[in-house]
Nanobody, 127 residues
């Protein structure tokens, strides 16, 4: 079992920045690829970004490419999402998730591939 706790959400103006953190505990952090997803009101949860177990591979949704950066610190059991140039359409609850993949360089984008989820942190971008 892996426990995931997100932090760093809040209210920011359009064009601003936030950094989300997700602290993991319970199992060896490097056994998991990590992902960020988000869910806006009335919409389905969607993929945002993912990073492989080693950190060598990353993947991003087209809507956030060039603005968001995912990273991980395996010594701190933490994954981050740096969000720059935020837009009102980025408003959502952001969830951290862990993928129990065997492959060290795999990054996956489907919700069903992820085994553990955090409770989420709210990000609100005002116009």
């Amino acid at each position: 079992q892996v426990q995931l706790v997100e932090s760093g959400g809040g209210l920011v103006q359009a064009g601003g920045s936030l950094r989300l953190s997700c602290a993991a505990s319970g199992r060896t952090f490097t056994n998991y690829a990590m992902g960020w997803f988000r869910q806006a009101p009335g919409k389905e949860r969607e993929f945002v970004a993912a990073i492989s177990r080693s950190g060598a591979s990353t993947n991003y949704a087209d809507s956030v490419k060039g603005r968001f950066t995912i990273s991980r610190d395996n010594a701190k059991n933490t994954v981050y999402l740096q969000m720059n140039s935020l837009k009102p359409e980025d408003t959502a609850v952001y969830y951290c998730a862990a993928d129990d993949t065997r492959a060290p360089f795999t990054v996956r984008t489907h919700l069903a591939d992820y085994d553990y989820w955090g409770q989420g942190t709210q990000v609100t971008v005002s116009s």
